[in-house]
């Protein structure tokens, strides 16, 4: 079974065994408005966790996007940089940016969980 | 005319019960694109034919025409005259974006760049007949280092980007002559959005300082991440909230203690001009844009200008060329050798943007000192007096005073279906450009707010009342005047999501599609 897990600065990961897929909240892609670019990082990066892994771009702002956990980048998903557009619409499912095999489970389990993302976004409106 | 200005005509056009046969509306004439103009045969020259020649091109010579468009004079005149009259600029009436500084520029200024003896000028004169414009160069040297409480000065840079980009070389070129390999440069989260990529462009990993809760850089956060890897920090004063970085000197000595240098960006230098030495504040290095603070055109009109203000202990490192005074004589020293042996290069083939320097001077020396310090007053004032006339219809972001920008966030649309965006479109149908919008990122649907010293008290007073109108409009329901705004622009609405996701980059002949090319 599969578990969610989140950031202060509205990234997302599910875990799979020993793998996270990462991406963007929904309240993310909402705040940023039309995403019009998405960069990816190189598959083999060993990205510590909090450091800049990808870069979108709506009409609005540049935003970075850090590694949820640290690791190495195994997948990355090309589908979103060729139509962006992806990530507005389906930015905690099909649009997802990108794998990390993590290093240390222990960071994962440290992230706030769905209830507690939930409750950290209403504190912001 | 092309089924492509048809478009978008259509989409110009505002609901009016006059439905014209030719598109105009009145004497706003529908203007199509230059290559849309073309005809077969038509020019606005009458050249003899070329003698005969035998091309010695080989396979280089050109198979297909270059595809220029064929005008006659007096339509290329009417072409770009009506575009021009459908442009905004400071002429024109108030210009208010943030952190751009849209002042008036003098026509004196103009006045003097255009005396032949510097609009003449070639910078590949021997020096011995260019004494005069490298007096004003040093002239002008003076003024900047006076001004700045700072040593140095490069005036090679282009422009403010390029300035940063100067400035950090020189500070790597330090760094790098004493052994010392730092990595990390910190970007404070209220600076200029180019800090970071220039920092980037010259090959440092960037790491943000984030704001306190009044707007400034967090001190203590800066301190807790200063340590032996750390080549510089960077930040704007006042920062791009408008506040001025009140804990400055006391950050600048915690940089220095960690052996690195203080960049500050000095394109917000108008609301300090005259009552401020950035060096007396601890800055090392800092551009200034002349095109901002001391009025030479931008927006369209320049180029700019970015001389590089630097710290003795930077200022060997200055790129080339850089002017000597020997005696009486001045020269410019083109070499890395003698004096200039440490300098990190070249930036730019010549000395900088010559124009822009008697612009700038022109400025300094018609305002004096007093004037500038009234400039920078003047600047404050306008931007508080905006704060103080609205701030309790729009949101804003920290309580006043401010300095030379005002910066307001979107809480007061709120629940109105009204956002930033509709809100600065809005403003256009009232007849002003909007403000700069959506930055800085620190705070939610950013308005910021830089009037200028150039704005009548008149001026200020008729764009306070559209601002408080259009806040009173958007609280009171009416969405769709925002929502659907411009209403009263030669074009609507643009689709910046489509331009963006799908640019066309450039024209292409209608029955000439793109594998033709």
């Known amino acids: ?125 | 005319m092309s089924h492509s200005s048809d478009l978008a005509r259509a989409a110009s056009a505002p609901a009016s019960p006059v439905v014209t046969a030719t598109g105009h509306r009145g004497l706003d004439r529908e203007e199509a694109l230059i290559f849309e103009l073309d005809a077969e045969g038509r020019s606005g020259v009458d050249l003899p034919e070329p003698p005969p020649v035998t091309p010695r091109l080989g396979g280089l010579a050109r198979r297909r025409p270059i595809g220029l468009p064929g005008l006659a004079e007096p339509q290329v005149v009417r072409h770009y005259v009506r575009l021009s009259r459908r442009n905004y600029a400071i002429d024109l009436g108030l210009y208010p974006l943030g952190s751009c500084t849209m002042k008036h520029n003098p026509r004196l200024n103009e006045k003097l760049a255009r005396l032949p003896g510097f609009a003449d000028l070639h910078p590949l004169q021997p020096e011995e007949t260019t004494q005069g414009a490298l007096r004003l160069m040093h002239e002008l040297t003076h003024w900047l280092t006076t001004l700045c409480g700072m040593p140095g000065v490069a005036l090679t840079p282009a422009a403010g980007a390029q300035g940063e980009l100067c400035g950090l070389l020189c500070i790597r070129a330090a760094l790098r002559a004493g052994g010392d390999q730092r990595q990390v440069v910190l970007v404070a989260d209220s600076a200029h959005g180019t800090n970071p990529a220039t920092a980037a462009m010259a090959g440092y990993r960037v790491e943000a300082v984030p704001a306190n809760a009044r707007g400034r850089v967090d001190l203590q956060a800066l301190k807790a991440r200063l340590g032996p890897d750390v080549a510089a920090m960077m930040l704007t004063n006042p920062n791009t909230c408008g506040l001025f970085e009140d804990e400055i000197a006391e950050a600048a000595a915690a940089v220095h203690a960690a052996g690195a240098f203080v960049y500050c960006d000095g394109a917000n230098f108008n609301a300090l001009v005259g009552r401020v030495r950035p060096g007396d504040l601890g800055i090392d290095c800092m551009h200034l844009n002349l095109h901002k603070t001391f009025s030479t055109p931008h927006g369209g009109g320049g180029p700019g200008s970015g001389p590089v203000m630097l710290a003795a202990a930077l200022a060997p490192y200055a790129p080339l060329p850089f002017l000597l005074r020997e005696g009486e004589r001045l020269r410019l020293v083109e070499r890395r050798e003698g004096e200039a042996a440490a300098s990190f290069g070249r930036m730019k083939a010549f000395h900088g943007q010559m124009g822009m320097f008697i612009r700038a001077l022109a400025y300094m020396l018609s305002h004096g000192g007093d004037g500038l310090k009234q400039v920078a007053e003047d600047a404050v004032l306008t931007a508080n007096y905006v704060l103080a006339r609205v701030g309790d219809v729009l949101s804003p972001s920290f309580p006043g005073p401010c300095m030379h920008e005002c910066l307001f966030d979107d809480r007061f649309l709120k629940g109105t279906g009204v956002t930033t965006l509709d809100f600065a479109k809005a403003l256009i149908d009232e007849g002003f450009h909007p403000m700069t919008m959506y930055f800085p990122l620190v705070v939610h649907g950013a308005l910021l707010i830089e009037p200028t010293e150039t704005e009548s008290l008149d001026s200020l007073e008729e764009f306070i009342a559209a601002l408080r109108h259009l806040a009173a409009e958007a609280t009171a329901g009416r969405a769709e005047r925002f929502t659907g705004a411009p209403h009263l622009a030669p074009r609507r609405r643009l689709d910046e999501t489509a331009a963006a996701r799908k640019p066309v980059l450039r024209w292409r002949p209608p029955d000439r599609p793109r594998a033709a090319e």
């Open chain 1, 1 to 125: 079974m599969s578990e969610t897990r989140f950031t202060k600065d509205h990234e997302w990961i599910r875990l799979d065994g020993t793998v996270g897929t990462c991406g963007i909240t929904d309240y993310a892609q909402q705040q940023l408005g039309d995403v019009v670019f998405v960069e990816l990082p190189e598959i083999g990066r060993k990205v510590a966790k909090g450091e800049q892994t990808a870069v979108v771009e709506s009409v609005k702002a540049a935003a970075e996007i850090y590694a949820p956990v640290g690791g190495e980048v195994v997948a990355t998903n090309a589908a979103i940089v060729d139509e962006p557009a992806k990530v507005n619409a389906a930015a905690m499912g099909d649009a997802w940016f990108f794998r990390l095999r993590l290093a240390d489970p222990r960071e994962f389990a440290a992230l706030m969980s769905d209830a507690e993302y939930q409750r950290f976004v209403e504190g912001l409106q």
